[in-house]
């Protein structure tokens, strides 16, 4: 069968890697096309676009690169109805995909949405649209299935697919030598894989580095930036660059700062314990305060439902309250209770297997 994926930023083209290899295990005969980025590419098909084309953070980034946007969503449009997939399998990215999903539907493309939006946050009532353009969504948050029952929606639990990464990931023995970190404590930087996380959180990170002199600070860099353009950042400053290694890179950390978003889930499944951070435009923010209606904005507290990692948003994302935050999970009674808190959260989680289980389901529902 013929699979169109669609996935917009990094932690999609991980969770579509793991989706085609799936797939691929199901059917003998699959091929595959996507928009994505080096990780789906790495499993063979045809990459039509790379995510780093596509991820803009914001309402406010959205609207100056709407042009972009639309040249996007028209490609995608176009490529679709040439290609003619069995299938369109979208991966998270709700802006964008909600809107492939409608054109995918009205030219007869059955739709398939692996990771769900988050409806749950804010506008619930865009439920209603996703029952009319999606065939089966497959949510990989225990809480999400509750959600889309009470809006008449059946959609499909199947675990969590950063559980099927860490699973396959075995620790480089010789990790330490290669970077040269020597002996010291690693506090892991993990600024986001967006230019513009990335410029607004990773100086703040940065500025705590000489309370802790003690420690080695390492950043986990994004493989779509160069290390001269994180240098602009660093300036003196001790720290380490290490790109394409975060799992080796949190496997050794202490501790950890971390942006907001799929990062902070890895983090927690490596038992590290972890301060989230997170600052927006001014006026995205101001926004998303009038729309958003959760209590958290990380994947940690919000599955557990409670506060288990301190999250510092916009203002309060300052030296200050990281440092002390920080200081609060290096040792003592605060690592001790978050750390308490991940064995709730792995609890929720379950076993991994998300991504075979979607492959099964998938393929059975085309077969059916």
Known sequence: ???????????????????????????????????????????????????????????????????TIFKNLSTC?????????????????????????????????????YISPKVWAWNQKRVLKIKRIVDHMFCILPFEVTF????????????????????????????????????????????????????????VMLSVIENHNDYTFVIAAAPTF??????????????????????????????????????????????????VVYKGGTISIAIARLLVKIKFISLVNLIVDKKIVTELIQEDCNTQNIDEALGLILGGAGRSEMLAGYDELLELMGKPGASAKTARLIKGYLSA
């Open 1 to 67: 069968m013929k699979y169109y994926l669609v996935a917009g930023e990094a932690s999609g083209d991980l969770h579509g890697a793991n989706l085609i290899k799936a797939l691929k295990a199901e059917d003998g005969e699959a091929v595959f096309r996507y928009f994505g980025g080096d990780k789906m590419a790495a499993e063979g098909g045809e990459l039509v676009k790379h995510y780093a084309d596509m991820a803009f953070m914001g309402f406010t980034e959205v609207i100056l690169n709407l042009r």
């Open 77 to 113: 449009k176009q490529d679709l109805l040439a290609w003619k997939p069995d299938v369109l399998i979208l991966i998270d990215f709700p802006g964008f995909n909600l809107k492939i999903a409608e054109f995918a539907k009205a030219h007869g493309i059955k739709v398939c949405y």
């Open 148 to 203: 889309y029952k009470s809006w008449g929606m059946e959609v499909d639990y199947v675990g969590n697919p950063l559980l099927d990464e860490i699973a396959q990931f075995t620790p480089d023995p010789a990790f330490r030598g290669k970077h040269e970190l020597g002996d010291e404590k690693i506090i892991a930087l993990l600024p986001g894989s967006r230019k513009q996380e990335i410029e607004r959180l990773l100086p």
């Open 226 to 275: 160069s290390a001269g353009y994180y240098q602009q950042f660093i300036g003196g400053k001790k720290a380490v660059l290490i790109f394409n290694n975060t799992y080796n890179l949190l496997h050794q950390a202490h501790a950890a700062i971390v942006a907001s978003g799929t990062a902070t889930l890895e983090t927690a499944l490596f038992k590290i314990p972890q301060v």
